[in-house]
């Protein structure tokens, strides 16, 4: 086993054993995302996020402030799952690339801590930033309106799992407030009646 420092734990040497010893370990059940990360594992140079997106470019001032030190990983993790409420597939290829450590490494440590999610939460995902200039410009009226026309609270899917209602605590967007994003749909200045209208809308797709 090799030894790492890294995130919070930076003064503190962590083991971590094989991928496949973890998941041993941890009776963690190899999924059908597992498999899907562990084939796709080669395809870094795949990891191209949508530049226009604000939280690729809060996760790449992070990763630069951090100096791509891998041993700032969990702190990057952290990072990446405040804004988008998980840890999608293609960012985590993201932060392997830029951090130059090997996939496996990076999904041992997702899995190893709980706190980590890598599902999104709901078939259609509505994502209401509420850091300081969003919750000024109107977050709380959003969120207000979704749970009284959803009946659904930050953190919460409906029960037939199509709709998902989280917050970030920031995206890096301020320029944008409020912002919210809906299926990695950027919506600048939201209000809340557009918002919901947005919503129903997706929602009556097939």
Wanted: net charge positive; proline share 5%.
């Amino acid at each position: 086993m090799t030894g790492f420092t890294f995130g919070a734990e930076r003064n503190c040497a962590c083991y971590f054993p094989s991928f496949i010893t973890i998941l041993e370990i941890l009776q963690i059940p190899f999924t059908n995302e597992l498999q899907s990360y562990m084939k796709n594992k080669s395809s870094v140079q795949e990891a191209d996020l949508p530049k226009t997106d604000p939280r690729v470019k809060l996760l790449a001032a992070k990763i630069k402030k951090e100096n791509h030190q891998p041993d700032a990983l969990i702190e990057i993790l952290h990072t990446a799952q405040n804004s988008y409420g998980y840890l999608p597939m293609n960012v985590l290829k993201y932060i392997s690339r830029e951090l130059h450590l090997p996939p496996s490494r990076i999904f041992s440590t997702v899995s190893f801590y709980h706190f980590f999610s890598l599902k999104s939460k709901g078939e259609h995902t509505c994502l209401v930033c509420t850091g300081t200039a969003c919750y000024v410009k109107g977050a709380q009226a959003i969120l207000n309106e979704l749970e009284k026309t959803f009946n659904l609270k930050p953190g919460q899917v409906s029960a037939d799992n199509r709709l998902g209602i989280q917050v970030a605590r920031c995206i890096g967007a301020c320029g944008l407030a409020p912002a919210v994003i809906i299926n990695d749909e950027v919506q600048a200045k939201a209000n809340a009646t557009d918002v919901v209208a947005k919503l129903i809308s997706k929602l009556k797709q097939v």
